[in-house]
């Protein structure tokens, strides 16, 4: 297959951006892939598109939510911005991520998990009705959002920062919030649908050019424009079976996870079953994050809670099946904690762990357990966390 010029020059130059800015915003995490042409004789522009641009499985930056525009140099992706009311007649402003609907995922540029599907138990999903505007009408009641919490977390004392001595996350969702939503009289698809702001237009048209208000809005967003009908969000870094990622995290089931994470606290969530991953009918995946990793802002080895507590970057979390990597994916992520042994540590074996059967192999050997040498498994938490971009 020959490729344009004009293609050549455009991979090249992402492969560049990819390569510093991460560095040039100063999180000092290296986790952006270097470019291919360390070592060789030729320049970065003598090297063809990436793997990826030919299919999108094979190695190389692949844009998974292709709904928005992300920012490399900021770590952002700017997303259409939806209106819906509430049975309360409060406003509010979601993003759509995800489907179970395969075809509407196609044509809207959202991630397909066909896994949610079974995520409409008890609180799982909350309905609303399209009205003749395209306006979203909440029926279910008590599913709204309240962004004036102040986000705030005292870590513990070191060396052991983990968990965090206060927590509070800084959005906190009504006792029917959940980030999914089923519109009931327009295909009864189930969409990722998280609420991103309240407020009327005049209010958050204030903050089309950043800055926004945090009592009004996720505490991801970094400018909101109801105007011009889009939002953009931080996007956080992770892994997925040996690849950087970057994806969304806007909710959890419990505080704790919402505060680590500065996501939303969504207690629908709590409705759905985890610790079953990809057995029949189950809406999870999992996550897994690492408790006590390797510290130190600028060690290429970072990762964990501990580091994060400690100001040094997020904490790099290994995510399961994507799309284009796996086939069970769902935004829906069951978190496994893990626990570097004091026998690994002694032994130097600690180092930072990038997949899901790499880590499994470690738990397997004993060198991680689940945190304070509990079982490993699942904690009982959910994350949703829609990937937007693979970066290798």
Same mark, same amino acid.
């Given at each position: 297959?020959?490729?344009?010029?004009?293609?050549?020059?455009?991979?090249?130059?992402?492969?560049?951006?990819?390569?510093?800015?991460?560095?040039?915003?100063?999180?000092?995490?290296? *986790?952006?892939?270097?470019?291919?042409?360390?070592?060789?004789?030729?320049?970065?522009?003598?090297?063809?598109?990436?793997?990826?641009?030919?299919?999108? =499985?094979?190695?190389?930056?692949?844009?998974?939510?292709?709904?928005?525009?992300?920012?490399?140099?900021?770590?952002?992706?700017?997303?259409?911005?939806?209106?819906?009311? =509430?049975?309360?007649?409060? +406003?509010?402003?979601?993003?759509?991520?995800? =489907?179970?609907?395969?075809?509407?995922?196609?044509?809207?540029?959202?991630?397909?998990?066909?896994?949610?599907?079974?995520?409409?138990?008890?609180?799982?999903?909350?309905?609303?009705?399209?009205?003749?505007?395209?306006?979203?009408?909440?029926?279910?009641?008590? #599913?709204?959002?309240?962004?004036?919490? /102040?986000?705030?977390?005292?870590?513990?004392?070191?060396?052991?920062?983990?968990?965090?001595?206060?927590?509070?996350?800084?959005?906190?969702?009504?006792?029917?919030?959940?980030?999914?939503?089923?519109?009931?009289?327009?295909?009864?698809?189930?969409?990722?649908?998280? !609420?991103?702001?309240?407020?009327?237009? @005049?209010?958050?048209?204030?903050?089309?050019?950043?800055?926004?208000?945090?009592?009004?809005?996720?505490?991801? +967003?970094? /400018?909101?424009?109801? #105007?011009?009908? +889009?939002?953009?969000?931080?996007?956080?870094?992770?892994?997925?079976?040996?690849?950087? $990622?970057?994806? $969304? =995290?806007?909710?959890?089931?419990?505080?704790?996870?919402?505060?680590?994470?500065?996501?939303?606290?969504?207690?629908?969530?709590?409705? !759905?079953?985890?610790?079953?991953?990809?057995?029949?009918?189950?809406?999870?995946? /999992?996550?897994?994050?690492?408790?006590?990793?390797?510290?130190?802002?600028?060690?290429?080895?970072?990762?964990?809670?501990?580091? #994060?507590?400690?100001? @040094?970057?997020?904490?790099?979390?290994?995510?399961?099946?994507?799309?284009?990597?796996?086939?069970?994916?769902?935004?829906?992520?069951? !978190?496994?904690? *893990?626990?570097?042994?004091?026998?690994?540590?002694?032994?130097?074996?600690?180092?930072?762990?990038?997949? @899901?059967?790499?880590?499994?192999?470690?738990?397997?050997?004993?060198?991680?357990?689940?945190?304070?040498?509990?079982?490993?498994?699942?904690?009982?938490?959910?994350?949703?966390?829609?990937?937007?971009? /693979?970066?290798?």
């Amino acid at each position: 297959m020959k490729f344009s010029k004009k293609t050549h020059v455009l991979t090249s130059a992402l492969l560049a951006m990819l390569a510093t800015s991460v560095l040039a915003e100063g999180l000092g995490d290296n *986790v952006i892939p270097a470019p291919p042409s360390i070592g060789s004789v030729v320049p970065l522009t003598y090297f063809g598109p990436a793997p990826s641009s030919v299919n999108p =499985s094979f190695i190389g930056p692949h844009q998974l939510l292709t709904a928005g525009k992300v920012n490399i140099n900021r770590l952002t992706v700017t997303l259409p911005l939806y209106k819906a009311v =509430s049975p309360e007649g409060e +406003t509010y402003w979601y993003v759509l991520t995800d =489907s179970n609907d395969q075809a509407n995922s196609e044509a809207l540029g959202l991630n397909f998990s066909g896994k949610l599907t079974y995520a409409e138990t008890g609180r799982g999903v909350r309905h609303a009705t399209q009205q003749f505007d395209g306006t979203v009408k909440f029926t279910t009641a008590q #599913a709204g959002v309240d962004f004036a919490p /102040r986000f705030k977390v005292v870590p513990g004392d070191a060396p052991n920062l983990f968990p965090p001595k206060e927590f509070k996350p800084g959005s906190i969702g009504q006792d029917n919030y959940s980030p999914l939503m089923k519109i009931d009289n327009v295909g009864g698809y189930i969409y990722n649908a998280p !609420i991103v702001a309240k407020g009327t237009e @005049e209010q958050l048209n204030a903050f089309c050019d950043a800055n926004p208000d945090k009592r009004l809005v996720h505490d991801k +967003t970094r /400018r909101i424009c109801p #105007a011009e009908g +889009t939002v953009e969000l931080k996007l956080t870094l992770g892994f997925t079976f040996s690849r950087p $990622l970057l994806y $969304l =995290s806007l909710e959890a089931s419990h505080e704790l996870p919402a505060t680590m994470e500065q996501a939303t606290f969504a207690p629908g969530l709590q409705d !759905i079953g985890v610790g079953r991953d990809d057995s029949a009918f189950s809406a999870v995946e /999992r996550l897994f994050a690492v408790v006590n990793g390797p510290m130190g802002k600028d060690n290429p080895q970072r990762q964990g809670f501990n580091s #994060a507590l400690a100001g @040094e970057g997020g904490p790099l979390n290994v995510l399961g099946g994507i799309p284009t990597v796996a086939t069970d994916y769902s935004p829906l992520w069951d !978190i496994n904690a *893990v626990e570097w042994t004091a026998d690994a540590i002694k032994k130097g074996y600690r180092s930072r762990v990038l997949g @899901e059967f790499e880590l499994l192999g470690l738990v397997q050997q004993g060198w991680l357990t689940g945190p304070g040498g509990a079982k490993f498994g699942s904690t009982g938490f959910i994350v949703n966390c829609p990937p937007v971009m /693979r970066l290798l």
